[in-house]
């Protein structure tokens, strides 16, 4: 049973749709997270939700939009996709008390031709 | 705010030999410390941690991480490599105050000769 599960897994679309990417954890986390891994590897904190609520909102283009229905569940919509947009996007989550290690699902590649 | 860097985007070591990773932290408070591995097209798994008990942290597959305060450093080590621990190397850092923002550095790629 996969804790962090992340879908779909692979999504080539064209400039200028609009896409969603679907997270569940079935750990119990009370934190989830979204981070964006670009080409050289490099990763970056896009959001992070406590409890529905969103405690990180980093300087991402407000095409960019979470949802968290409930603690189990972070989804990201993009909007008007640009090529820039092409990347790995990584969910994760966290137990508060942990010291924040995080749990990564298997990453959703996202390609905008 | 927490940042870390990471020595040398690409290390490559031979089968049997040491292999050591560098990361230097800079943190206003004291951190945090991670080290996560990545395989090829899967998420981030985590190596070890640091969260101030023992400066000496072992973690999966034989690496080990010395936290100095001195010198800022966490770096990754293993005695010797193997084939399979080629992968991406990540070292991160976060805040005790504030957890749920995780810092990564930029990535060391591995490679283990045969």
């Known amino acids: 049973d996969t804790a962090v599960s992340q879908t779909p897994k692979y999504l080539v679309t064209q400039m200028g749709n609009d896409k969603s990417i679907k997270c569940e954890q079935n750990?119990?986390?009370?934190?989830m997270y979204w981070y964006k891994q670009d080409s050289k590897k490099f990763l970056k904190i896009m959001f992070s939700?406590?409890?529905?609520?969103?405690?990180i909102n980093e300087t991402v283009p407000n095409r960019f939009s979470p949802k968290s229905p409930d603690k189990a569940h972070l989804n990201l919509h993009i909007n008007s996709l640009e090529l820039g947009d092409s990347a790995v996007y990584f969910c994760?989550?966290?137990?508060?008390?942990?010291?924040?290690?995080?749990?990564f699902g298997e990453g959703s590649r996202l390609t905008v031709l | 705010a927490q940042s870390v860097t990471q020595l040398g985007s690409h290390v490559s070591v031979s089968e049997g030999a040491l292999v050591l990773l560098r990361c230097n932290y800079s943190s206003s408070v004291p951190p945090y410390l991670f080290w996560y591995v990545q395989y090829p097209n899967q998420g981030l798994q985590l190596l070890l941690k640091?969260?101030?008990?023992?400066?000496l942290v072992k973690g999966i597959n034989g690496f080990e991480a010395e936290f100095k305060k001195s010198e800022t450093s966490f770096h990754l080590t293993k005695p010797s490599a193997h084939m399979s621990d080629a992968a991406e190397y990540f070292c991160?850092?976060?805040?005790?105050?504030?957890?749920?923002?995780?810092?990564f550095g930029a990535g060391t790629r591995l490679t283990v000769k045969p």
């Open positions: 991160a850092v976060s805040d005790p105050n504030n957890n749920n923002d995780m810092r």
């Open positions: 640091y969260t101030s008990a023992a400066t």
């Open positions: 750990l119990g986390h009370d934190t």
């Open positions: 994760a989550s966290s137990r508060r008390g942990s010291a924040g290690e995080l749990f």
């Open positions: 939700y406590n409890n529905k609520e969103l405690i």
